[in-house]
């Protein structure tokens, strides 16, 4: 009895403690210091209360992994800053991309007093995220500074929640209030990369240059305004997410709720809120987008609908023949915090259905038609293109900070077979020759009728004896 008490304790202790994120619990922190973890506390301990599982280990620990057995050995990976510039052999750069590969996710923390260790600078580097290579260059604004702490060097900017990408991407980090960034470490996106995006970006009056050179850096900065990122991030093709944080110390806990001044107007710094935001979406809370049910077939009346209860494999036929009416269906489901709820994009968004052979030859919006408790139901209806091949049906969804969709489903289109081709009568052009063969058949007949019945007339012939 008390060992089926303890099992269920344990039990509901798992339920409580479990994770909100959509791929595990398992969270990696790496600090050099030990000392240094008091200055964090506050962070770490939200993420503890949103059931992730903390191990901080020092960079150069004997047992740190992070792979074993070919598979990851956490699932998270949360870097601060290091005074050594060698993490050790178990954080080296490819170590570190061999983690996003098996879809490991990497919140990396940089500051200006330290410099960045070879191993993050490389791995940045690989994925053409670009940072000052000399120790000590920062970001400054003589405009949006903290004119409390940072009255001479203007290196605490105060920024406000960072705005939408585009019209079409959601925004995860949206909040009220301001961040404050002290002597953040700037960084520069490639062009080459569609896999980076900005999450806060400095200022247009910005620049980033090293203090200690200071007229040289005026001179030649490594970056200015819209070129400079304050919070980057980029998300592989398999979903492997990296988030790099120009600065560490808006992460710490004096900054959380710290009350400074732009302008002449007090306010207090929405840091925490922001970390909370940023670490939710880096490590899979939020943005995460799963496929339900897909479903294809051909219009045949209101019989063939898509059931949300149970599949209906027969509803999704292999062939299908030219000029045909087909409708598509398709369960959209986004992972936040736990649980699946309906995916609801962007009002300039559109989600496309690709019928393609080689090439697309129909690429169709696909708009909501349903929804479900913890779906949406996406639906468009079209007709088979007069080609028969082999043709697929694609989702191809790809948009900055949401997960990638890529669904894929082939059939074959087929020409009409020799008892489908429309009848003659049903040809209004065929009519004039249908008419005359029927006239000709009708005069024939006339004409044999009134051969039949025009007897010739008897001639009267003379009696003899």
């Known amino acids: 009895m008390r060992w089926l008490f303890s099992c269920t304790l344990a039990f509901v202790w798992a339920v409580v403690v479990q994770a909100k994120s959509f791929t595990g619990n398992r969270l990696l922190v790496v600090l050099e210091e030990q000392a240094e973890r008091e200055k964090y506390s506050v962070f770490l301990e939200d993420l503890t209360s949103r059931g992730f599982s903390t191990t901080v280990e020092s960079p150069k620990a004997d047992k740190l992994s992070l792979l074993r057995h070919g598979e990851r050995a956490y699932d998270h990976v949360l870097l601060l800053p290091a005074k050594s510039k060698g993490l050790g052999p178990a954080l080296t750069a490819n170590n570190l991309l061999e983690f996003m590969k098996k879809e490991g996710n990497l919140l990396v923390a940089l500051s200006s007093e330290q410099a960045t260790p070879t191993a993050v600078q490389s791995l940045l580097l690989e994925l053409d995220i670009n940072i000052p290579a000399d120790k000590g260059a920062l970001v400054v604004d003589h405009f949006n500074y ?50 980076t995006s900005p999450i806060l970006r400095a200022p247009s009056t910005a620049y980033s240059y090293n203090p200690k050179d200071e007229a040289e850096g005026v001179e030649d900065p490594f970056a200015v305004g819209g070129q400079l990122n304050l919070v980057s991030a980029i998300q592989a093709n398999n979903a492997a997410r990296l988030t790099v944080v120009g600065s560490a110390e808006m992460l710490q806990n004096k900054w959380f709720s710290e009350k400074v001044k732009l302008n002449g107007k ?101 708009s909501p ?73 009708l005069g024939w007949l006339a004409f044999v009728a009134v051969w039949l019945y025009s007897a010739p007339t008897e001639r009267s012939t003379k009696k003899t004896q």
């Open 146 to 195: 903290d004119s409390s702490s940072a009255e001479e060097k203007h290196d605490v900017l105060l920024l406000p929640f960072p705005a939408a990408l585009r019209s079409d991407v959601k925004n995860y980090f949206a909040g009220e209030g301001y961040v404050a960034v002290p002597r953040a470490v700037g960084q520069a996106l490639g062009n080459e990369s569609p896999l």
């Open 266 to 366: 007090a306010i207090t710094t929405a840091n925490r809120d922001f970390a909370q935001k940023l670490s939710a979406w880096t490590f899979k809370e939020t943005g995460v987008l799963t496929v339900g049910k897909l479903l294809h077939y051909q219009d045949e009346g209101a019989s063939k609908k898509l059931n949300t209860s149970t599949a209906i494999p027969e509803n999704n036929p292999t062939i299908y023949r030219i000029k045909t009416d087909v409708h598509f269906q398709v369960e959209i489901s986004e992972y936040t915090n736990d649980h699946l709820a309906p995916f609801v994009p962007s009002p300039n968004d559109k989600i496309q259905l690709e019928f393609s052979m080689l090439s697309p030859f129909q690429r169709l919006n696909l």
């Open 369 to 441: 038609v349903a929804q479900t408790a913890n779906a949406t139901i996406f639906g468009v209806a079209f007709k088979t293109p007069d080609q028969h091949g082999i043709f697929n049906f694609r989702v191809n969804y790809r948009r900055p900070f949401v997960t990638n969709i890529d669904e894929k489903r082939q059939v074959t289109v087929r020409h009409f077979a020799h008892d489908e081709w429309p009848r003659s009568w049903q040809i209004s052009g065929a009519w004039v020759w249908i008419g005359g063969i029927w006239v000709t058949v």
